[in-house]
């Protein structure tokens, strides 16, 4: 993964506002890659608080999500549990 066109290999690392995330050119072959791609264009699945370009293979955060933006089937205590062990 690159970010603001630096490459990056921090899975834990927090995006801000404005950051370009894009896919490694290493990666951008893998079938995985092609297959979440494709998939995200054909569902419109794209949040509103970011933008993705398909070809480029990059995505913007405009702005954090807020709570209501999420969906309501997330359990943030299982979250908060798993990353307290």
Do not use: F
């Not at 913007?60 to 979250?79: C, V, Y």
């Amino acid at each position: 993964m690159e970010l603001n066109g630096k490459s990056l290999n921090v899975a834990s690392y927090q995006v801000k506002a404005g950051d370009v995330v894009s896919i490694a050119e290493r990666a951008r072959a893998q079938l995985r890659i092609q297959e979440s791609l494709t998939q995200s264009q054909d569902q419109d699945r794209v949040a509103s608080w970011c933008d993705v370009d398909g070809k480029k293979m990059t995505g913007t955060l405009k702005s954090l999500p807020e709570r209501s933006d999420l969906a309501q089937d997330i359990n943030e205590s299982l979250i908060v549990e798993l990353y307290s062990k």
